[in-house]
């Protein structure tokens, strides 16, 4: 079954640091896409950051500019997002997922999120203190 697992998600407090990691199970990315989602409690899912497989090019939502990175390590088959200086908004359920279309992850945007193929089952990043 293909699938992709989120990790590292946890509690940190307001200016601290996580790195979350999405592998895939029984593929590879060097193919695909990659868009990490998150969605609050009571809130519309948003699409944080993307890294395509054609260039390494990257997009970022407002909301993260500057403090959020993602990179793609092929020879670990991982994405990582190493967020910084955390703020209690980024209190969220974390998603990564995969796409093979190559018409997602733009100059605008991560989505369409409807257009990603295999998702991940979350991981928990609450900012708190």
């Known amino acids: 079954q293909l699938q992709l697992v989120e990790s590292g998600g946890g509690l940190v407090q307001p200016g601290g640091s996580l790195r979350l990691s999405c592998a895939p199970s029984g593929f590879t990315l060097d193919y695909y896409t990659i868009g990490w989602f998150r969605q609050a409690p009571g809130k519309e899912r948003e699409g944080v950051s993307c890294i395509t497989s054609r260039d390494g090019s990257t997009y970022y939502a407002d909301s993260v500019k500057g403090r959020f990175t993602i990179s793609r390590d092929n020879a670990k088959n991982t994405v990582y997002l190493q967020m910084d200086s955390l703020k209690p908004e980024d209190t969220a359920v974390y998603y990564c997922?995969?796409?093979?279309?190559?018409?997602?992850?733009?100059?605008?945007?991560?989505?369409?999120?409807?257009?990603?193929?295999?998702w991940g089952q979350g991981t928990q990043v609450t900012v708190s203190s």
């Open positions: 997922a995969a796409d093979s279309s190559g018409y997602v992850c733009t100059d605008e945007a991560v989505g369409p999120a409807l257009v990603y193929e295999y």
